[in-house]
């Protein structure tokens, strides 16, 4: 399948924000038996896909596509069984993990459950800063600043840095989790399904928070989602897997209103009825639409 081009690209005027070259990732579970050879699952099958610096890419397709896997590749958190991952045009793969500081601090993840990426016991000002103590950027005034730079970018109050998360809403963590990620000032925002575990009004809100930090600061995003309605208020290009294999590629209007695989046509018939909320409505519409819903 071709991927096409940004003008960008066919330019040559920088690398892409990520490059992956026909990335495979393959698992081997345990033996059912003592003669059986062990059973082998396709995760991911030769990818081949670019995404240009400040483009909004949406990955979609249904549990166990192999979209949340490929976004764990371009993080690092796994290595790939073939191919090769490049994130601004240096590989990712070719060297030990305690050696991929540069790749965090041009690469952050946001995940589906905030609580899985914030620590119960820290107050949400450590928690946020984390990453720059980790990293060793700035001084501890530096550090306090940022933070409550970041908690203002994301709609929280300044007094959030004293809290602890379990204080917090489900919308509100799932912010907090996007002010901690873009603490280092990243290049690439990774967001693996960062509203499918919210109510229907907060998705909207966070939804929003993630639009407004992208557009601010002109950053790449790759929102994985199983929800194309969604996808289609964030991302100005739609990839979509199946089987662990990226089955068309597209920019997101023309494959709402031209989709050419089968599987696309499925998984838009399939829409839910957030389809109807989402229908004609920027992101900004929809939250001030779930204001009311009473969470800051």
């Not at 969604?230 to 068309?248: I, K, Q, S, T």
Request: charged content about 25%; glycine content about 8%; some cysteine.
């Amino acid at each position: 399948m071709s991927v096409i081009p940004t003008p960008d690209e066919r330019a040559g005027a920088t690398p892409p924000a990520i490059e992956l070259r026909d990335v495979s990732r393959v698992y081997r579970r345990p033996r059912t038996s003592l003669f059986s050879p062990p059973p082998v699952v396709h995760a991911v099958r030769s990818v081949t896909l670019r995404v240009a610096p400040g483009e909004r890419l949406g990955i979609v397709g249904e549990s166990g596509s192999g979209k949340s896997t490929l976004l764990r590749l371009v993080a690092g958190l796994e290595q790939p069984s073939g191919g090769e991952v490049l994130v601004e045009g240096q590989p990712v793969h070719d060297q030990p993990s305690r050696r991929l500081g540069w790749l965090r601090r041009r690469l952050q993840l946001v995940l589906q459950d905030p609580m899985s990426s914030l620590d119960p016991r820290m107050r949400v000002g450590e928690t946020v800063a984390e990453p720059l103590v980790a990293q060793g950027i700035g001084t501890r005034a530096e550090r306090e600043q940022r933070v409550a730079e970041l908690l203002e970018s994301v709609g929280l109050p300044a007094d959030a840095a004293d809290r602890y998360p379990h204080q917090f809403s489900g919308g509100q963590r799932q912010r907090i989790s996007v002010a901690r990620a873009l603490a280092p000032r990243p290049h690439i925002l990774l967001a693996d399904e960062p509203v499918s575990a919210l109510d229907v009004s907060v998705r909207a809100q966070v939804l929003n928070v993630i639009d407004a930090v992208v557009a601010d600061l002109g950053l790449t995003l790759v929102f994985v989602s199983h929800d194309l309605s969604v996808v289609r208020h964030v991302c100005d290009r739609v990839a979509v897997m199946r089987h662990g294999e990226l089955v068309e590629v597209a920019p997101t209007e023309r494959l709402f209103e031209q989709p050419e695989h089968p599987y696309t046509r499925q998984l838009l018939a399939a829409i839910p009825h957030l389809r109807d909320a989402l229908a004609g409505r920027t992101v900004a519409d929809l939250a001030r639409g779930t204001r009311a819903a009473g969470e800051v």
